[in-house]
């Protein structure tokens, strides 16, 4: 019995570029196809499908722009599964841009499925509105902290109007976190400085949702910054830097945003640009590539990749500076995927955790994979989010540690509502937090 | 296939799995296409993900019955196109039977699942002091069951064997779909020892659902010497030269300057990217008279030329040099976009001799070789670098890679050392074997595969004509020509 | 037609290399005297003799030193003995590829004494090297004391030269240390008894000679003691080439003092290796009570797997049981106090690391009833402790009532097929082999 026949689509040099919603995939042809990424890819590792591989969708993403397969519902499902946590980045030893072709793919389906009614209209709401226009994300914070704290919120749950909801809506719910009280969300003041000698003048990214839902970490990252000898600047025109619209497919917002992100910065005149979120971190060190082909920005754009810095790995480069005070708690590391992966930090945040008198860290098991969270992927993917949630919450319960240290707001909210569901009382601490606690914060 | 049948074969294996559990969708079908080696591919009807040996035994009695070829698949990283469904049917994926179902330390043995990745025993028994020997560069992604089907090795084959050394007994699914034991979990086998037999036939013999494999105390002390050379040749003349003092070192692996330059580009481990060849020696066992076999590698070493010689300072820059060793094939994707990696074995003494021959050979065909081999066992990996868009250049990889093969036969060695003959090399096996030779081991697969229905296509010559002297052209395999798989 | 085949063979190997009638003594095989011995010279005589006994459907019993012979069930047939004893010569040894091919007739000693000339051995050191010819050693899967760390047969054979039942020439395997070419045929005629094919060449790997070697014996009260020291021997950074127990009958047998169960231990390496394990040894043994720690001397290593038989003055039957390593002592007890228990004497001694014991039985008053019963429950200890076991020697009347070879299992269905692919007309030693194979 004959197999299907297949084309020999790679025979000969090939017609065009290799292309996805006019992104480059080229970095396919780098992949020998050796398969040394499988055991590390999250998604394999819970299925066991090659297509929910790295190795596996780096095929389809190739078929796909050679035009050998279509846009099926399977392919849309498999690549959709990725959770573009790239650690298979982390082994390939054949260095395949695993990310940029995954984000392409993306784009791609977002150009030729972009879904139902309700979901596009999800997406419009995030990405084109409430991403871009840091104001009305207040507001919206201002009102999600007015159904949480009313009842409304314990009344809704109680009904059971939840179920009506669509999956991902339902899971966005669960995972909201309680909204600060307005003061916690004001902006920070635009010039923080440094106290003792100085050593360097920073500008810190406060994010878009950081800002509104973590401000308590962006008052952190400044005070630790400070206490270290930096000068804190907080461009105040700044905006979304793009890294959600990007992983999300919407490569049109991405570049707007990224313009917007650097125009901003740039008249900081820092030494450096501080991030203390992961995805935003890895995303803004990606600005040369993502425009490379716009005149204006590309060289500006080299520039400024040059200056971005996880806070963990800016002030890792020198020794904390005292009086530190002890922490006397026992804590374990996870390591966000975009800066053990993405950015390829990884010793940094131990080290700086080691210099805390009377903290104890543990190792956890599997620390660089993925909780679930993903960016939107808790949202757009509930079942396999929460089967790494699980696995996560799994290990970190093993450790007996008092509290998961991490740098990532995104993998915040995901592990603590996983050890929230386990009527756990572990928490999840970003590391500036711990850090700024050293300083009497 | 019609499109009924399939509709009926499907609920069936669905009946067997549950759903979920087997694939038929084009583009799901088409990402197990080929294993490591891009050159082949084939696609299967289905792909069935067994979680039992009941599972598996159910699933390949209905093969038997409906007259479909199966093969059982792993982590798809062998190098061979072993795994490949060269005639259509099921491929049975145990990628979701993949527990260590008993560690028992007491005896120093492990029964795991054939999915299991190598590096995870290793991982789970790490902590108690123990861990599994045979070493793959894939370990960390392979599986024992593919590891089973190869009988694979790794650097440290030298010291410590290959897997069937350390694979005491399997339970397995016989082609006709009935379960047996092989071997078990004492040494001595009872009666004709199947399970080393089982062990390296390439799936052709059944599925192995359960594994009884040894678990070694680790060494006590362990020491990686890096030797530097300005010359290849005398980077080879070392091999030999450490062997003459007596030593047999846990593991004497050659990286050449192509392959280096690349690993470096990967990971920056630390090799020197102007060395024309270097050397990882390791040593390992007790910590007593370590001191004394180092220093009688490094005299080897400085003897026959070495322009550097030193010991990794601790445990992180050991592991980063046999990162960038165990990395080498996949950062080719660096330097070039596709690869074919040879698997030539020879007596080591006839090292220089062939590498000599190997880079000539590529060279007279317009390619470039990059080397990273087991050099102390003398199983050379050339691996011919080219270009699968550029028309001609995959004949011209094909026809080199046949005369590489046949200098390791002529030098009394043989064309694989631990990647398996699959589909890529089994017109070659005529180079070493002689009809009769090869009906024995036609025989031997007729008593355990009688129906040919378990990995049917690999292993056995399609064809009798690659005797003939001299450069082989390259020509399309016998699948190919029917049909059945194309090269890519 | 028995004097027409016997004419065929004289043509072949030569009048003076064919045995018959009361030449044929030594060749006797439980109380069967074969039809002629062949003595072939070469290995296309080798395969003229079995193409003539094929043509004629007569049993071929493949013969080397005949130390293994009392192994196996009793032939049902008279046949040729195919004697390998003129093929002896090394073919092959370079000393920088650690690889030796040799013809099947050679025996251990003269081989091992060749290849140590040039600073190598090979690491098998199975019993009566100096009549057990290497293709004897490998189809009788024998081995020593030193298979607890270098291995068996299985692990040292990388390529065999076959005459096949039909008289085929085959080679399977290879002359390179590393080959996974077409199937481990090796693997298949190790142990496998002279029933698939004559071996008539061998390839194996050699290692260095170490630059020392010694062998150590400690005393302990009880064998549960001694069996208790082997753990802690194998859970140690110690890596000794051989872990032995013997019981006090056995102990006495290599000439140490006293009815005390002693474990043996053997190291070899540079000075300093063998230095630092002998005292971390001495020290692991004191602390569980270990005495009367002292070296023995080189010849020992060869008493060490014979040492059971050799403690009792007129042993019956031996067993071999293969079991979990950590089962051992508690097999041994077993073993011990069933034979007891019937009257009987018994001796044991163990490669305690690997698992394989070896039992003596001494005559008891009663012929046969007391050692069949006894052998039958050693049998269960071993399949109890994990494994399976086998009659290495017994009189026939034993034989007839105790099988010579353990279950295989469901695995038989595929050794019977194997037999009948490799040898259609079942000519090789047949009915001697598991299953009657």
New interface residues.
């Given amino acids: 019995?004959?197999?299907?026949?297949?084309e020999?689509?790679?025979?000969?040099?090939?017609a065009r570029a290799l292309e996805l919603h006019g992104l480059s995939v080229e970095g396919v042809?780098?992949?020998?196809?050796?398969?040394?990424?499988?055991?590390?890819c999250p998604t394999f590792s819970e299925l066991?499908?090659?297509?929910d591989?790295p190795?596996?969708r780096i095929?389809?993403i190739k078929?796909l722009a050679e035009g050998?397969?279509a846009l099926?519902d399977?392919?849309v499902e498999?690549l959709s599964l990725c959770l573009d946590c790239r650690a298979c980045e982390t082994?390939?030893?054949?260095?395949?841009p695993y990310g940029r072709l995954i984000e392409a793919a993306k784009a791609e389906i977002e150009h030729q499925r972009p879904g139902s009614l309700v979901r596009r209209a999800f997406r419009w709401v995030n990405f084109g509105l409430l991403l871009s226009r840091p104001r009305l994300l207040s507001l919206m914070a201002a009102s999600l902290r007015v159904y949480q704290i009313s009842g409304f919120r314990r009344l809704v749950r109680g009904s059971g109007l939840l179920k009506l909801l669509p999956g991902a809506l339902a899971a966005w719910e669960a995972l909201l976190p309680d909204m600060p009280p307005a003061s916690a969300r004001a902006p920070l003041p635009p010039v923080m400085p440094a106290e003792g000698e100085r050593r360097a003048r920073v500008a810190l990214l406060t994010g878009c949702i950081q800002q509104v839902v973590f401000g308590a970490d962006n008052r952190a990252t400044a005070a630790v910054l400070v206490k270290n000898g930096y000068e804190v600047v907080v461009p105040q025109d700044q905006g979304c830097c793009g890294a959600l619209n990007a992983h999300g497919g919407d490569h049109a917002r991405a570049l707007t945003l990224a313009r917007q992100t650097i125009d901003a910065f740039e008249g900081a005149r820092a030494d450096a640009v501080v991030v203390n979120t992961s995805g935003c971190g890895a995303h803004m060190k990606g600005y040369a590539y993502l425009l490379k082909d716009d005149p204006a920005y590309a060289s500006r754009a080299a520039r400024f990749v040059k200056s971005v810095r996880d806070v963990s790995e800016y002030l890792a480069r020198e020794p904390l500076r005292g009086p530190l005070r002890p922490v006397p708690m026992t804590v374990t590391y996870h390591d966000p995927c975009h800066v053990v992966h993405g950015q390829k930090i990884r010793t940094e945040p131990r080290r700086l955790l080691a210099q805390i008198p009377g903290l104890r860290v543990v190792d956890l098991a599997e620390s660089d994979w993925c909780c679930g969270s993903a960016g939107i992927y808790n949202l757009t993917q509930p079942e396999m989010a929460g089967r790494l949630l699980e696995r996560k919450t799994r290990h970190v319960l093993a450790t007996g540690a008092e509290a998961v240290v991490t740098a990532n707001p995104g993998c915040i909210l995901q592990i603590a509502q996983g050890l929230r569901a386990r009527g756990s009382s572990v928490r999840v601490l970003h590391i500036v937090e711990v850090l700024n606690r050293a300083y009497g914060g | 296939?019609t499109g009924e049948r399939k509709q009926t074969l499907r609920r069936e294996l669905e009946a067997i799995v549950g759903r979920g559990a087997v694939?038929s969708?084009?583009?799901?079908?088409?990402?197990?296409?080929?294993?490591?080696?891009?050159l082949f591919?084939?696609?299967?009807?289905f792909?069935v993900?067994p979680r039992s040996t009941e599972h598996v035994a159910a699933i390949v009695k209905l093969a038997d019955r409906e007259k479909?070829?199966f093969v059982a698949r792993g982590?798809?990283?062998g190098l061979s196109g072993g795994c490949l469904?060269s005639?259509?049917?099921l491929v049975i994926?145990l990628?979701?039977m993949?527990r260590i179902l008993e560690i028992d330390y007491d005896n120093q043995l492990a029964v795991v699942e054939p999915?299991l990745?190598n590096?995870?025993l290793s991982w789970a028994v790490g902590p108690r002091g123990y861990y599994y020997a045979p070493d793959p560069s894939?370990q960390?992604?392979?599986t024992i069951g593919g590891n089973i089907a190869n009988n694979s090795g790794g650097p440290h084959t030298l010291k410590y064997g290959v897997t069937a050394n350390h694979v005491l007994g399997l339970e397995v699914v016989l082609p006709d779909g009935e379960v047996a034991w092989l071997g078990g979990r004492t040494r001595d086998p009872n009666g004709y020892d199947l399970a080393g037999v089982f062990v390296g036939s390439e799936g052709t013999f059944g599925i192995a659902t359960k594994i009884v494999v040894r678990i070694l105390k680790k060494p006590q002390a362990v020491q990686t010497v890096l030797a530097v050379f300005d010359e290849v040749t005398h980077a080879s003349d070392a091999v030999s030269a450490v062997i003459a003092r007596g030593l047999v070192p846990a593991a004497m692996e050659m990286i050449d300057q192509l392959t280096i330059q690349a690993?470096e580009?990967?990971?920056g481990c630390g090799y020197p990217r102007d060395a024309a060849a270097a050397l990882l020696i390791e040593v390992d066992g007790l910590a007593a008279g370590m001191a004394s076999q180092l220093e009688r590698i490094v005299a080897a070493c400085r003897e026959c030329g070495a322009r550097d010689v030193r010991a990794a300072k601790d445990e992180a820059e050991r592991q980063l040099l046999w990162k960038g060793r165990k990395?080498?094939?996949?950062?080719?994707?660096?330097v070039s976009?596709?690869?074919m990696v040879m698997d030539g074995v020879i007596p080591r003494t006839r090292l220089p001799y062939v590498l000599d021959r190997v880079n000539a050979i590529v060279r007279t065909h317009g390619l470039r070789v990059g080397n990273v081999f087991h050099a102390g066992d003398g199983n050379l990996h050339p691996n011919i670098l080219y270009d699968?868009?550029?028309?001609g250049e995959e004949a011209r990889v094909l026809a080199a890679g046949a005369e590489i093969m046949k200098v390791c036969a002529e030098v009394g060695g043989s064309i694989s050392g631990e990647h398996g003959i699959g589909l890529e090399k089994a017109d070659f096996m005529p180079f070493i074997f002689s009809e009769a030779d090869l009906e024995l081991m036609r025989r031997l697969k007729e008593a355990f595969n009688p129906g040919g229905l378990c990995n049917p296509g690999k292993i056995f010559p399609t064809k009798k004509s690659c005797v003939e002297v001299g450069p082989v052209a390259y020509r399309p395999h016998a699948i190919e020509e029917?049909?059945?798989?194309?090269r890519? | 037609m028995a004097d027409d085949i016997l004419a065929a063979l004289r043509g072949v190997v030569g009048p003076s290399n064919l045995l018959t009638g009361v030449e044929l003594s030594p060749y006797v095989l439980e109380g069967r005297t074969p039809m002629a011995a062949a003595f072939p010279g070469s290995v296309e005589e080798v395969s003229a003799v079995l193409t003539l006994a094929n043509d004629a459907s007569v049993p071929v019993t493949p013969w080397g030193g005949g130390t293994a012979m009392s192994v196996g069930a009793p032939p049902t047939r008279s046949g040729i003995v195919l004697g390998l004893r003129r093929m002896n010569r090394l073919l092959e040894h370079e000393p920088g590829d650690l690889t030796a091919t040799v013809q099947a007739g050679m025996t251990m000693r003269d081989f091992q004494a060749a290849v140590h000339a040039r600073g190598q051995w090979l690491s098998l050191d199975p019993p009566d090297p100096g009549a057990a010819t290497i293709g004897g050693v490998l189809s009788a899967n024998a081995s020593g004391a030193r298979r607890h760390l270098y291995g068996t047969a299985r692990d040292l054979l990388i390529g065999v030269t076959i005459v096949c039942a039909s008289g085929a020439i085959v080679r399977g395997g290879g002359k390179v240390v590393k080959n996974v070419a077409g199937y481990d045929l090796p693997k298949l005629f190790v142990g496998a008894f002279g029933t698939l094919g004559v071996i008539v060449e061998a390839t194996v790997k050699l290692r260095p000679k170490p630059e020392v070697e010694t062998l150590v014996a400690a005393r302990f009260e009880s064998l549960k003691d001694c069996g208790l020291a082997v753990c802690a021997v194998m859970g140690s950074d110690l890596i000794p080439s051989a872990i032995d127990l013997l019981d006090g009958e056995a102990a006495a047998a290599i000439g140490l003092p006293g009815e005390r169960p002693a474990l043996v231990v053997g190291f070899d390496g540079l000075a300093e290796q063998v230095e630092w394990q002998r005292a971390e040894l001495a020290r692991l043994c004191a602390e569980l009570g270990g005495d009367d720690l002292r070296d023995l001397p080189a010849e020992t290593w060869a008493r060490l797997s014979v040492a059971a038989p050799r403690a009792l003055t007129d042993p019956v039957a031996v067993m071999r049981l293969s079991v979990l390593p950590a089962r051992v002592t508690e097999v041994i007890e077993r073993a011990g106090a069933t034979a007891r228990g019937l009257g009987l004497r018994a001796a044991f001694s163990a490669h305690a690391g690997v698992g394989s014991i070896t039992g003596a039985l001494a005559r008891g008053r009663d012929a046969v009833d007391a050692v069949v019963s006894t052998l039958r429950d050693w049998r269960d200890a071993a399949r109890a402790g994990g494994g399976h076991a086998a009659v290495e020697a017994a009189p026939l009347a034993v034989k007839e009532l105790v099988s010579v070879w353990d279950q295989p299992g469901a695995a038989i269905r595929i050794m019977r097929r194997i037999k009948t692919q490799l040898d259609p007309k079942g000519i090789l030693n047949p009915g001697r082999f598991v299953g009657g194979l």
């Avoid at chain 2, 591919?41 to 009807?45: F, M, P, Q, Y």
């Avoid at chain 2, 990395?327 to 660096?334: I, L, P, T, V």
């Avoid at chain 2, 699968?388 to 028309?391: A, G, S």
């Fill in positions: 019995m004959p197999p299907h026949a297949t020999h689509a790679t025979l000969g040099p090939p042809n780098q992949c020998v196809h050796c398969g040394l990424c499988l055991a590390y066991g499908t090659e297509m591989s190795r596996g095929l389809l078929s050998r397969i099926t399977s392919t498999h082994v390939c030893p054949a260095g395949v | 296939m694939l969708d084009p583009e799901e079908l088409l990402v197990y296409e080929s294993d490591g080696l891009t591919r084939a696609l299967a009807d792909v993900f479909l070829p982590a798809g990283t469904p005639e259509g049917g994926s990628m979701r993949n999915g990745v590096l995870h894939s960390q992604a392979c690993v580009d990967a990971f990395s080498a094939f996949g950062s080719y994707g660096r976009p596709a690869y699968p868009r550029i028309p029917k049909g059945l798989a194309q890519f």
